[in-house]
């Protein structure tokens, strides 16, 4: 099996300290987090703490797919995070992506980062309304999406647990993760609202997000608002379709 990587240039001194790590991903380091579809564990380098996401091997059609035409998950998060780091966008430092591949198949793939403390993401907003400071951090984290937005930044994963919030002396600092899925382009308005529809499902939370999106771009209110939450609503229509789909696949296949 063929393997390829690619080593941060900062990182290039601790070459054959990630090689351990990947060649024995599966007896080594602390787990961390639940994921249903990959898994990810936590390693210590000279003080630090690296993260490793190793991501499941695809099915077949994406095996051909991604040994011949696609980049891998793997690849495309540290291409992104290096960009989104060029642009002055937070994200935990990017170290390393491994793949391996046999000659006309994609097998597994691995992206390794600094490991980042947060005090919250964006799911406890949602979750806690009486959370310290609950609306000037929801608008701070608006203004950050404002800032992707003009940076020519869409997220596609733009989800509950994808932003890392870190308190600050002045304020708040965000940071994107689970990066695979993302474009770089001018965004029109449509675009821009839309890409808040996997937030939240309240009401109230839309009002202030369309309230300080307002203010950042000079849009009218209820433009905002009636757009993003009907992208909300749709977004959240579709979700609970796909959901009882699959109940019913499940429920066939006893």
């Not at 579809?37 to 059609?61: D, E």
């Not at 869409?154 to 600050?168: A, E, M, Q, V, W």
């Not at 999106?213 to 009907?230: C, H, P, Q, V």
Request: net charge positive; charged share 30%.
């Amino acid at each position: 099996m063929k393997r390829n990587k690619e080593i941060h240039k900062g990182f290039k001194a601790n070459s054959a300290f990630f090689d351990d790590i990947i060649d024995n991903f599966d007896t080594k380091g602390e787990d961390f987090g639940n994921q249903e579809r990959n898994s990810l564990k936590l390693f210590q380098l000279k003080g630090k703490t690296v993260n490793v996401k190793s991501f499941r091997i695809p099915n077949i059609v994406n095996q051909i797919a991604y040994r011949f035409f696609r980049k891998s998950k793997a690849q495309r998060s540290y291409k992104y995070a290096n960009k989104l780091k060029e642009l002055h966008i937070g994200t935990p430092q990017p170290i390393a992506y491994y793949e391996y591949k046999t000659l006309f198949l994609f097998k597994k793939s691995y992206y390794i980062s600094e490991h980042l403390d947060c005090d919250l993401t964006y799911r406890e907003l949602t979750t806690d309304f009486n959370y310290p400071d609950h609306e000037n951090i929801l608008r701070a984290f608006t203004r950050f999406t404002f800032d992707l937005h003009e940076k020519g930044i869409h997220f596609l994963d733009h989800s509950p647990g994808n932003t890392l919030i870190k308190k600050t002396d002045v304020g708040y600092d965000f940071f994107l993760v689970d990066l695979n899925r993302m474009e770089f382009k001018l965004l029109d308005f449509e675009t821009r609202i839309k890409n808040f529809s996997k937030l939240t499902i309240h009401k109230s939370m839309i009002e202030v997000m369309s309230d300080e999106y307002a203010k950042s771009t000079g849009e009218d209110y209820n433009r905002i608002f009636n757009l993003m939450w009907k992208e909300t609503e749709a977004f959240q229509n579709k979700y609970h379709r796909k959901r009882r789909l699959k109940k019913r696949l499940k429920f066939w296949k006893r």
